[in-house]
């Protein structure tokens, strides 16, 4: 299956916090779109790995993508090396998108530069037709998107160009918030984190608000 567009993202939840909106919104204009995930999230303060997997796809099934992968990278710990490239050079090639989204280049979280670095050497290098890639006992072709963007997430960064979401910020707001177990919960009784806070939500308006 071709899709459109890929959205990689360090972290579950990555891809709908940095370009939630988006999605929904190509989704919805006929676009096809998945999700590749390059670790479960399993060193994050609040939650475990099993919750999130849950919560992953709970959020997939919301903004309607045809497929969501995680690569189980070891969080934390993201190497931008052969073996990593090649697993996401698989999936570049099976899919073969002409877009692909990934985490901004420099972020607060280390894995978020360091998987917008591998996302990016990755695309690169699938274009490339002496690397040879076998999935599922077949030879794969190379295949390079023809355009790779960088999702804004935490850092305050200027873009280049901003995206008109008119419609789809509730959709993006569901999505997000499927991963209960990384926002405000009362009765959680978990360590807070700069994005469990009461007023993230609001955060997330007036930074869409912002950018017009």
Known sequence: MKIDILAIGAHPDDVEL?????LAKEIANGKKVGILDLTRGELGTRGTAEVRDKEAADAAK???VKFRHNLVFSDGFLMNNAASQLEIIKILRKYQPDVVLCNAIDDRHIDHGKASKLASDACFLSGLQKIETILESNHQKAWRPKHVYHYIQWKNIE???????TGFLEKKLEAVFAYKSQFHQKEADE????????NFRDSITYRAQDLG
């Open 18 to 22: 940095g370009c939630g909106a988006t």
């Open 62 to 64: 919301i903004l309607g």
């Open 191 to 198: 360590p807070e984190t700069p994005i469990s806070s009461t």
């Open 159 to 165: 873009p280049d160009f901003v995206v008109d979401v």
